[in-house]
Structure formats: structure tokens, C-alpha cells
């Protein structure tokens, strides 16, 4: 919906990741599942309202290339 939210904070890694998860699952983020390199994903992301930064997918993508994750791409 494009509507700013507040950032939570969480008691535990575990409780992150439930959200994380939870939140993926959701219809607006079905496509990154089948996407198959770190832009697609994080664009993704981008496109469901998931970051709030417009150069989210760029700047995922540079820090993944920085650290030669795309040997993960597959």
C-alpha cells in the first residue's frame, strides 16, 4: 500500500525471523521466491512496499556483489 511504518523492534532472533518469515508469505512478495539472483529478490522487496528507500535492490545487490554472494544465485 506504500504507507510508512514504524520499525519494530524485537525481544529475540527468533522473533525476527517468525516476522520475516510471516511477512514474505505475503501475496505482494509471492515473486521472490522464484526469483534467482539477489537484485530480483530484493527488488522484489522493493516493489511490495518491503524497504522504504527507492535504491533498496541496488544497494543489496552492490553489498552482495562486495561480499561474492552471487556464487548463491542458483
Do not use: H, P, W
Request: aromatic share 14%.
Amino acid at each position: 500500500d506504500g504507507a510508512m511504518r514504524k520499525f519494530r523492534k524485537f525481544k529475540s532472533l527468533y522473533e525476527s525471523v517468525t516476522c520475516a518469515i510471516r511477512v514474505m508469505n505475503k501475496q505482494r512478495y509471492k515473486g521472490i521466491f522464484s526469483e534467482r539472483s539477489t537484485y530480483g529478490q530484493a527488488l522484489v522487496l522493493q516493489r511490495g512496499f518491503y524497504a522504504s528507500d527507492r535504491g533498496y535492490a541496488k544497494k543489496i545487490a552492490a553489498k552482495a556483489q562486495s561480499l561474492r554472494l552471487q556464487k548463491y544465485d542458483k
